[in-house]
């Protein structure tokens, strides 16, 4: 049994949402009624409940000089979003019921028949990724195609994407392909490109690696993402600190009182 990882590599999206609608298929989603939000060309905004791959459209001021009628023209890159399925994950940290389970491939699953609804998932995660369905106020969001990698089989985003913008793979593996890749778009001169592996993180890795362009906010990844539970062992430690200053003082205190008597 291996564990596995996506690797999303943004450079190569072309925004077509296929895999927003493959993930919805293979999962029984409905759609999210294919409205405008008003501020995006993108229908879909986020990843949520109904939504567990998102392409987030990044769309930035007009580039002059791109050819065409450049003052009407807007900037787009694409990258499709995911559950990070991180090693400290918030959710499952913070999941008073024990729905929120670590897989054996390394992905976090919530088990739908154990969640009571209580949201604390929802808060926990540093990447907003976990919401709560209108209709019972359960929590849902990637299953890592649990199902699908149990059969051996790619999961349903990486099946069908036509420029392999994301891949699916040994998470070591992926890790060595996002290196491989990043050297041959400096060569291209695309200088600002980088992989988004926050290893050095609170969050400890994740297995939804992407190769993004420029600052990762734009694409929302957040550069140090924190798990809320890093604040209550940093809180717990001090608190320790401080009980054993306080208990080596009243010590010193009550061993100088009983000399000088
Ligand atoms: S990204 Fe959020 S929902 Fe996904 S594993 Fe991490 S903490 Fe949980
Ligand atoms: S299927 Fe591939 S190319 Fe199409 S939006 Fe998704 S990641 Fe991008």
């Given amino acids: 049994m291996s564990v596995t990882a996506f690797l999303t590599d943004s ?13 919805k298929e293979w999962n029984g989603i409905a759609d999210d009624g294919l409205h405008w939000n008003g501020f995006s060309y993108d229908n879909t905004g986020a990843v949520g409940a ?24 807007t900037s787009w890159t694409f ?17 008073p019921t024990g729905s929120i389970v670590r897989t054996e491939f390394g992905g976090v699953f919530i088990q739908p028949d154990v969640c009571n609804g209580c949201g604390y998932c929802v808060t926990a995660c540093p990447f907003g990724v976990v919401e709560r ?3 019972d106020g359960r929590a849902f969001k990637c299953t ?29 593996d992926l890790r060595k392909k996002a290196e491989k890749r990043l050297e041959e778009l400096h060569r291209k001169g695309i200088d600002d490109a980088t992989i988004y592996d926050p290893r050095d993180t609170s969050v ?4 939804a690696m992407f190769i993004v362009r420029g600052d ?42 009983s000399k000088s008597k």
Avoid: M
């Fill in 11 to 23: 450079t190569l999206c072309i925004g077509c949402k296929a895999c927003e609608v493959a993930c």
């Fill in 50 to 73: 109904s939504t567990w791959r998102h392409v987030k459209f990044v769309e930035q001021p007009p580039v002059p000089g791109l050819g065409g009628n450049a003052g009407e023209q």
């Fill in 79 to 95: 990258s499709s979003d995911v559950c990070k399925h991180c090693e400290e994950a918030g959710c499952l940290e913070a999941c």
């Fill in 133 to 135: 369905n209108q209709e």
């Fill in 144 to 172: 890592f195609c649990y199902d699908r990698q149990k059969a051996d089989l790619v999961p349903a985003c990486a099946k069908v994407c036509p420029t392999e913008s994301i891949k699916f793979g040994e998470i070591e």
């Fill in 204 to 207: 400890g890795g994740t297995h």
């Fill in 216 to 257: 990762p906010r734009s694409y929302n990844l957040p550069p140090a993402p924190e798990v809320p539970t890093a604040y209550l062992k940093r809180a717990w430690t001090s608190s320790a600190i401080a009980g054993a200053l306080l208990l080596g003082g009243t010590l010193l205190a009550f061993l100088s009182d």
